[in-house]
Structures are given as C-alpha cells and as structure tokens.
C-alpha cells in the first residue's frame, strides 16, 4: 500500500518534529535520500555530469545539499540558478563542495529566446553532455504554472539525460496531481515522509516516474488522504472447499437495451470471472438470447417490456435472489432504463450502477436522486468523466483537470462511493479517503473496458467486498489485465488491445494475487 498526505497535512507533522531536532536536520535527511538515489542511478560517480535545477524554496536547498554530496564524491555538478536568491546555506555549502554555479543573470542570457520558442542553442550547448538532472526548482511550496526562467530552463533540458524530482515534480501540483503547463517529466520522483497525492494521480502521476519514499522520521502523520492498493492488498475472498455457489455471492446484471447489446455481454463475462458462485441475468428477450448463447452459465430473466405510458415498477423477484445488482451497461435513458434503475435502488442488497444508469440518475430531479440514493446496502457509482460532469454539473474539462477534487465532492455530495475511471482510477468514499490505482494503462482507453470494470466490481460487492475496495481491487485487477491483454510476453512490446483481451485475461489477472 502506498500512503499520500495533503500537503498542509505535511508541513504540520513536519514542523512538529523540526522543533524537536536541531536546525536542518530534515533538509539534510532529505539531500542524503536524495544523493543515495542519484549516486544509484548514475553508477559511478566519478566524473559524472549532474545539473541542478535550483528554485527560491526549500526544494533548491535539498537539491543544493545532495548536489554537494555527489559533488564530494567527483561528480562535476553544476546548479543552475532560476531564481534571483537561492537557499543561501545550501548554496555556500555546494561551492564549498566545489559545485559550479550558473547564476540567475547567466541563466538568464542562456535561456533568452532562440528562433522561436524553441530553447535557445546557448542553452542546448551548455547542458549537452548531462548525465543526471535534479529538479529543484518547487516542491510542495509550488502553486499554478511554472513563473520566471522555471518554465524556459525546463524546455531547455537535454533530452538523453535521466532526471530526477526533488520531492514532486516541478509544475505539478502535490496536493492534486494538476499540471497548469510546463511541468518536469521526470524518470525518479525521490520524495519525503510519505507521498503527496499529486505523485498518484494524473496527470501528476505520469510525470513523476517511479516513485521513491526517503523516510525522514516523520510521524504522527493523520489518516493518508490517498491509499493506492498494491497487487499484494488486493485480497478477494477465496472460496472454501466447502463453499456452495450461492455462498460465493449471486451477481445479478441488468444491461442491454433495444439499441446496445455489447456492454452486457462483457459485464456479465467479466462478473462470470470476477469470482462470484452465479451470475443471473435480466434484460430484453433479444438481448437475453445473446447472453445465453456466449455465457450459457448464466441464469437468464427476460424482463417483459412495459406497455406505453405503464410506469409500475419491474419485478425483481422474478430474476432471483443476488447479492448485488450492476445495472446501467448499454440499458438506455429512455423510461425503461430508468425503471429499472429505480428497482434496483430500491433493493436491500449493494448495488453498482453504470454507464447509461448514471446518465438516468442524472436526468432525475435532484430530491428524488438523494432518496433513491439514501440506502442502507452500499452503493457505487462507477462514472466516466463525462457520466460525473452531468452527475455534478460541472464541466468535463473541469472534471479531467481535477480529478481528485470532484471525485471527493461527489461522494461526499451524493453519500455514496464513486469510482472515477480514467488515466488514473479513483475511488471516493463519502468520509473522503480516496484509493487510486497504478495499474492503469492507456491501452484501457477502448469502448467496452468500461462494461468488463462493472461486471467485475459487481462480482466483488456479491462476494460481500465493501464499496471502497470493491471499486479499487476491480480496478487494479482490471488493469493487471489490460497489461497482461497488451503484452502477453516479458520483452514484447504493447500492442492495442479489446475489451474482449482485457476479459480474456482476467483468470491471469487474479492468479497474480497473492
Ligand atoms: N518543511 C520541511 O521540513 C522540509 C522540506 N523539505 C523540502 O522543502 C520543500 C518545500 O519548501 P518550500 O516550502 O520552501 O517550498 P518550495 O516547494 O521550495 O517552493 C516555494 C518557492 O517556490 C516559489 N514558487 C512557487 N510556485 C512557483 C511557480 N509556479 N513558479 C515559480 N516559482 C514558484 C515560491 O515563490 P513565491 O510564490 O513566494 O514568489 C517560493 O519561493 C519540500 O518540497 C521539500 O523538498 C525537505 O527539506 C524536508 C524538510
Ligand atoms: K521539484
């Protein structure tokens, strides 16, 4: 599991223990984390090339500082100065150190425009030949797009060289993972005493790299306002041998309409595999006949079609008893979807709704979606950008660009647990702790991947799974198998995948759980 903090969060447990130890401790734990990592990456040290980039803040300091330990060790460090006063103790110790400075006014000229935007051929000039970068220019003190040289002396970076963040990427902000413009791409994110959200979360999270925690004795930290799950977190209940399949959990699948039929056919494979004892099944009689034809394992229900104008509520007795319901995949908007929707809401067991359902609830009038939405059994929306933007009324754009922020207010807001698919999958309780996802792959940008992730969620909540870890296990085994579907082989290089792949894989998916 990897555990991320706010950074107001940090700097709290930050200043607590720094009164209790003497002045630069933590900055030079820091810059020994950080030196440990670069001196790792670049093998030997000896007459290596290592740039610093240094900003205003503390972040230039921890960079000033581990520079000056690889500098001791026979690096030729040169730090670059992209503002007019830098951490003065770090700088002194860096020249002492023997480190070159390139100064703000020399940095300046370097960086002014060549032919244009492009970095000037000053600038390429005097980085070429550069090992290893450390961008210190912001770390959690960053806000908004890159000011001054930042932006310029981070277009001007040699393009072979390796770089490696100083606590988070420059340009990204750590509580939210947004990127305002520039941001450092960087191959090593060295980052301090627990992660920052931003590192999670794209598109954050892209630009961080791998991702190394340095402990610098921080404690008393509060309850992480990210958790990523790793492969070995991921624990679906294992049958028994004395397990029956009706003890395993009954998933029932609501999908399929007049227009789709696809969607309901991956949702019920993926719940086939996601480990629940039945799947069951209910929709109309053409899409029941398709379902029974490719998953003739599956306990079908055709639902019969209401008459014009009949609004009385669909019996859902007569499919069967479940554990859960997923409803929503290729159903429609029309009356019909948003029946069924109802129904299932009003049942006493968890439910998941998708796709088309999502835009049914959101078409309701807000007070009749709060009580629909007022349950006991958990509940849990599993929404695409767009599907969240008329969820909230809030623009897609607004959504893509702060993902974390709008997740939260939709859980909070609707008193449920929403996952949020995208780069990164997100996944908020109504308390507000948020589960991403790191296995996500862009591969799993294709029509239907979305259809396997319900039937799969579905799967779990039937085997009594809750919500949060519902939404975050079936979205990191999902992308287990996008990977496994896009590279079968170790040294093959991805190929585009379906959704049909990404089904396909599940079983090697889950057999990689521990
Ligand atoms: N606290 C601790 O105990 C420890 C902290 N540690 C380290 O300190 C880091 C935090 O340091 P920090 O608080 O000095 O903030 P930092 O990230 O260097 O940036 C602030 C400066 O950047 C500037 N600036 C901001 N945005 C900008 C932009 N877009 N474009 C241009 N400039 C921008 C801003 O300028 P201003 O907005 O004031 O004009 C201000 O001067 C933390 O990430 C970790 O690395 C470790 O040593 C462990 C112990
Ligand atoms: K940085």
Redesign the pocket.
Known sequence: MRYAHAVDEV?AA??A??ARLPEGT??Q???AGLAAVCAQLLGGLYGSRVLLLV????????ALYAGARLARRGAHVTAALA?QKTHPEGLADFRAAGGRVLDYARLESLLSPGEGSAPSSAARRAFEGTDLVID?????????????L?GALVRALPEEAAVVA???PS?VDADTGEVADTAVRADVTVT??TLKPGLLIDPGAAHAGVVELVD?GLTGLPEPAVIAPATADVRPPRPEAETDKYRRGVVGVIAGGARFTGAALLSVGAALRGGAGMVRFASAARVVALVDARWPETVTTVLPEAAPGDDTEPDLDAVGRVQAWVVGPGLGVDARGERLVKATLRSEVPVLVDADGLTVLAGLPAGVRRALLDRRAPTLLTPHAGELSRLLNVGRDQIEARRLVHVRAAAAGLGVTVLLKGSTTLVADPGGQVRANLTGTPWLATAGSGDVLSGLAGALLAQGVDAADAGAWAAHLHGLAARIAAAPRRGLAPAPITAEDVLAALPEAFAQLS
């Open positions: 700097r930050e200043a223990l720094m933590l900055m734990r820091a810059a900003g205003s803040g503390d972040n230039g300091g921890d503002a210190g220019l912001t770390g959690i003190g960053g806000r908004g797009a890159l000011r001054g930042y100083c606590d988070i340009g301090f005493g610098i």
